[in-house]
């Protein structure tokens, strides 16, 4: 199994649109009403909306390809408008790491990690933080063992019309 990490480019989007839909539903399925989610998914991860998300300055997004083949991506950026008392540090959001679920528990999370967190530390960033829905229990293990910690803060992550609640979690380098 050859594992790489490659930039995403905008010709890439109606793949990335593809793989979104299908790791947030399978994810969430089952936590909000079939009308919210399919809604969610044709708001958000339509193909015009991701092209413009990865063509927008200082967004970065990058799949995880096992043997050239999309099977996660990951997206952070410096963008401190969902916890703006993140201004005190010079911090990196992680918004998304998803995996397909036939490759979870195989390295390839902790591969996509790993290349964030060196990336911030090359670019001298003081915290990661990153929002995860509160019974998301399988991710909030998975942060836990890269030392993510909770901030104590929450923000509201509705899908629709059903309300969600999100952790926002961070680590200091
Ligand atoms: C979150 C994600 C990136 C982690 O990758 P992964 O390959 O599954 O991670 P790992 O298997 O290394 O770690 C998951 C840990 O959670 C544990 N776990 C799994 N299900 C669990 C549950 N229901 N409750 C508690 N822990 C659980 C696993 O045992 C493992 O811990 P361990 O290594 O101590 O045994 C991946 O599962 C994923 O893409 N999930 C769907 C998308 C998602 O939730 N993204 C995060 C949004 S914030």
């Known amino acids: 199994?050859?594992?790489?990490?490659?930039?995403?480019?905008a010709?890439?989007?109606?793949?990335?649109?593809?793989?979104?839909?299908?790791?947030?539903f399978d994810t969430f399925t089952?936590?909000?009403?079939?009308?919210?989610m399919q809604e969610f998914l044709v708001e958000y991860f339509n193909e015009a909306r991701i092209k413009s998300e990865i063509l927008m300055e200082g967004n970065f997004y990058f799949f995880a390809e096992v043997d050239g083949v999309p099977v996660g991506f990951l997206q952070f950026m410096e963008d401190y408008s969902g916890f703006p008392e993140m201004k005190k540090w010079k911090a990196l959001e992680l918004k998304r790491?998803?995996?397909q679920h036939a490759f979870h528990k195989q390295g390839i999370a902790q591969f996509?990690?790993?290349f964030i967190l060196n990336y911030a530390q090359e670019n001298k960033y003081e915290v990661v933080w990153l929002g995860v829905w509160e019974?998301?229990?399988r991710a909030k293990r998975f942060y836990a063992k890269y030392g993510f910690v909770d901030s104590g803060h929450t923000h509201d992550f509705p899908i629709g019309s059903t309300p969600q609640t999100d952790n926002w979690l961070w680590k200091f380098l």
């Open 30 to 36: 089952g936590t909000c009403t079939e009308q919210d």
């Open 11 to 24: 010709i890439d989007a109606p793949i990335l649109a593809s793989l979104a839909r299908q790791t947030f």
């Open 135 to 137: 019974h998301n229990e």
């Open 112 to 114: 996509l990690m790993d």
């Open 97 to 99: 790491l998803y995996i």
């Open 1 to 9: 199994m050859q594992l790489q990490v490659r930039k995403i480019e």
